[in-house]
């Protein structure tokens, strides 16, 4: 029995033998099923390719979402957190130091040492801020604009793939210490912005491939709001080698949390590149260490600017 299926565009409407078609309509939903999928996985992994783009079309981008910013700050309804104390709470909810210094391939050191003196002085606005129930934390709104006239200097600043010198640059990881904090306490994160690029290797990393957060001022914030009965404190210093942070509170946690990554895996973009992701959880145990859930916080993707399985 044959079946004529040149008439027009394939549809599955068109096969007129019963028999046949229990035999192609499998065969056919499957090469369909993959050509889309390919399709899709193409157009995913496309829009991840670096574009260069002009310093005008960058420096229009720019004052365009800045200004958006602005208008939604202006506007915003949120109760922002602005009352500090330099007395400790009694609680720690949590604790975290990263180094200050780290060997980075092709990047001179002063631009470490310059971003010290930026984090100290990031450090000088935030520390001791107190986040009252139903308050939010915004991270720029707290530190303000970077500029030379408060004393911030030059600076390493992440640019599309590789790196710049600018004002203030290096303070992400003071957003990237707060984030990760803040993964274990019962806050909740309003707003937060991923790397797009993976830049350097894993030297020395100890936590999970993208889970920090990147702050560009003022459109890539960084936003904490408060649900819970209980006022939170942010505390952070900057020591001789670390940068220290606490969460604390008037109260005790009943929960203690476990940030963990699933689904880590590297892929090869057609266009040459790779691409690394990942999805990342977190465990919520009660003070009997049973668990009470396991949390989805966020997916990553970046683009890897090094070769894989490179160490340092």
Known sequence: MVCDLGRQPFLFDDIKCFPASFILAPIIVRLYTAAGERGYMMLEYARHRPISRSKARLAAGKCWYASKRYVKWIFSRDRIAKEKSSANLPYLIHTHATPLYRQLRNVDMWLQTNKVINLKLAAERLDG???????????????????????????????????????????????????????????????????????????????????????????????????????????????????????????????????????????????????????????VQNKANEEIADEYVTENQAVMMYAPLLES
């Open 129 to 283: 801020l107190l986040l009252k129930p139903g308050e939010s934390f915004s991270y720029w709104r707290t530190i303000g604009k970077p500029t030379k006239r408060k004393g911030y200097v030059e600076g390493m600043v992440l640019f599309y793939g590789s790196y710049k010198t600018g004002i203030g640059g290096g303070i992400c990881q003071m957003s990237n210490l707060i984030y990760w904090m803040t993964l274990h306490t019962p806050l909740r994160v309003k707003e937060r912005h991923r790397h797009s690029y993976d830049v350097f290797p894993d030297a020395g990393r100890t936590q999970p491939f993208g889970s920090g957060a990147t702050c560009a001022y003022n459109y890539l914030d960084l936003q904490i709001y408060n649900p819970t009965t209980a006022i939170y404190q942010l505390r952070v210093r900057v020591t001789d080698n670390e940068l220290v942070g606490e969460w604390r509170s008037t109260a005790g946690c009943e929960y203690s949390y476990k940030v963990y990554e699933k689904d880590h895996r590297i892929s090869s973009l057609p266009w040459g590149g790779y691409l690394r992701s990942n999805i990342i959880h977190r465990l």
